[in-house]
């Protein structure tokens, strides 16, 4: 059973920082492209941030420069650390595993955690 538990959202002024942290199945953890996808109310889902099996990040250009994604493979958990938040960043925040040679949306996805940023 493939599991990705999020973890780490919460309220933050606008300015602060947040770790976000995505526990993943061993099984899938060290040869799925990770990422994170976010969702504001009333948008599509976008992604925020990727990084490959290799460990090759990149990132939407909204967050470039504020967010970084990393992988810890000895704890088989995704993070994604988020400096000078915003309100624009306020959304669910949504950890997935992308088998390769297929989308993301044909893999796995965890629950979502909440982020809230106030102005």
């Known amino acids: 059973q493939v599991q990705l538990v999020e973890s780490g959202g919460g309220l933050v002024q606008a300015g602060d920082s947040l770790r976000l942290s995505c526990a993943a199945s061993?099984?899938?953890?060290?040869?799925?492209?990770m990422g994170w996808y976010r969702q504001a109310p009333g948008k599509h889902r976008e992604l925020v941030a990727a990084?490959?099996?290799?460990?090759?990040?990149n990132y939407a250009d909204s967050v470039k420069g504020r967010f970084t994604i990393s992988r810890e493979k000895v704890k088989n958990t995704l993070y994604l650390q988020m400096n000078s938040l915003k309100p624009e960043d306020t959304a669910v925040y949504y950890c997935?595993?992308?088998?390769?040679?297929?989308?993301?949306?044909?893999?796995?996805w965890g629950q979502g955690t909440q982020v809230t940023v106030s102005s």
């Open positions: 997935a595993a992308k088998p390769a040679g297929r989308t993301w949306y044909e893999g796995y």
């Open positions: 061993g099984s899938i953890f060290s040869s799925y492209a």
């Open positions: 990084i490959t099996s290799g460990g090759t990040s």
